[in-house]
């Protein structure tokens, strides 16, 4: 983990109040692992003193351009939605551990499953485990086709079902009405999205291989201020914890309360 | 003589620079960024005798220049 300034090589509109911010700098040749994230302060001053921890969405190390993806919702993300082309963002990262891709041989099969903005992340981890030959399926929840995004980019990857609550687009339902239908199965289930996806999913696979990514708000970010706790699984004291950002975000199954 | 040394009723510091204890954890966690003794004092977080989760998250907030923890 660094404190690093990158500089903004790129931002866009990719969706209803979905961004996607590029960042070029040193730092990015650290962020070789997918589901670690990035903590930015969205501007200069004190009125957003916290800064925001974001998923890494895409690394292009080479270039060392980081690609972030966000939804602009409350007083720092949107401050972030202004940011232009050389801006520069003071960064923390990366940090916290990923997915691990190791779990999967070459030929295995793994399901990706994302729901709205616990999507990107995916990408990124679909593009490694590609490259080391896993076969990999992507099944991304959308409230409605407004907030629809990366469906090319996952198709490139593996076969790529999107399902929308209202039925705007794709499929109407929820992942798992997805996973149900095409009778999805896996080696390895990875999975980032809204604690009732996650929940559901555990339901349905707890005991299965399966790696699930958390999100909470975090102060510090880096396992000091224990904003970001969490309970564990068969704790009978309820005084055990594990920090999202330290010990997360991506937790195996079953080991932590949702 | 050190100019930035700080004399309090009870503790004496050799600068005026101490974290917010809410947001320094037990101490630890900070050491492996910086050596902490370059700081004046530290002060922990709340500590029980009886182990506790404490409050149910989300226990912070952001506010103007700082945070509720």
Redesign the interface.
């Known amino acids: 983990m660094k404190k690093a300034e990158v500089r903004v090589s790129g931002q866009k509109e990719i969706a209803e109040k979905i961004y996607e911010l590029r960042l070029r700098g040193d730092v990015v040749r650290d962020m070789t692992d997918p589901g670690q994230f990035v903590h930015l302060r969205a501007d200069g001053g004190?009125?957003?003193?916290?800064r925001r921890p974001i998923s890494i969405a895409d690394v292009d190390l080479d270039n060392e351009e980081l690609t972030i993806v966000y939804r602009a919702g409350g007083n720092?993300t949107n401050n972030l939605a202004l940011k232009k082309e050389g801006d520069l963002i003071d960064l923390l990262g990366p940090l916290g551990n990923g997915f691990p891709i190791d779990k999967v041989q070459k030929g295995g099969k793994a399901l990706l499953v994302g729901g709205g903005i616990g999507v990107p992340p995916l990408y990124y981890l679909s593009k490694q485990l590609t490259a080391i030959g896993v076969r990999v399926q992507h099944v991304n929840g959308f409230s409605s086709d407004k907030e629809v995004f990366y469906e090319d980019r996952f198709a490139a990857l593996g076969d790529t079902f999107i399902t929308t609550v209202d039925g705007s687009y794709g499929e109407k339902g929820f992942v798992t009405d997805a996973i149900s239908t095409h009778q999805l199965d896996f080696d390895v289930l990875y999975a980032c999205g809204p604690t009732a996806m996650l929940r559901a999913l555990e339901q349905r696979f707890k005991g299965r291989e399966a790696y699930l990514s958390l999100e909470?708000?975090?102060?510090?970010a880096?396992?000091?201020?224990?904003?970001?706790?969490?309970?564990v699984q068969g704790d009978e004291?309820?005084?055990?914890?594990r920090k999202v950002c330290e010990d997360g975000p991506v937790f195996p199954i079953g080991e932590v309360v949702l | 003589m050190n100019r930035l040394a700080v004399k309090l009723p009870g503790l004496e510091m050799k600068n005026p620079i101490m974290p917010a204890s809410g947001c320094f954890g037990f101490g630890q966690e900070y050491a492996k960024f910086y050596d902490l003794g370059l700081l004046g004092a530290i002060a922990i977080k709340a500590a029980t005798f009886e182990p506790r989760f404490g409050n149910p998250t989300p226990r912070v907030a952001e506010t103007p220049s700082g945070m509720l923890n």
Not at chain 1, 46 to 50: E, I, K, N, V
Not at chain 1, 216 to 220: D, L, N, T, V
Not at chain 1, 237 to 241: K, N, R, S, W
């Open positions: 004190f009125d957003t003193l916290l720092g909470q708000r975090m102060g510090c880096v396992g000091a201020c224990l904003a970001c706790v969490c309970h004291t309820g005084t055990e914890y």
